[in-house]
């Protein structure tokens, strides 16, 4: 089978590449790299604990002082 040319594509068939193409890469890009994972027991536990401070009105620090502490930047 020789390889087709972008060139001997109808528009049609050129659009239908693009279109799949740009498909395939959202779906690569929006999928969660850790799907499927596992906790680890002792994390899964710090986030339900994290959770529950919160529903009892504990103090919370936001992303933006969490990224000037560790000096990100986003």
Known sequence: ????????LTIDEFRNLVRA???QTL????DAPDEG?????NFAEELLGSLAAVETGSETTSAQKVV???GLTW
């Open 1 to 8: 089978m020789t390889p087709a040319k972008v060139a001997d």
């Open 21 to 23: 193409v740009v498909i």
């Open 27 to 30: 779906s690569e890009m929006l």
């Open 37 to 41: 994972l596992e906790l680890r027991d």
């Open 68 to 70: 000037e502490k560790l």
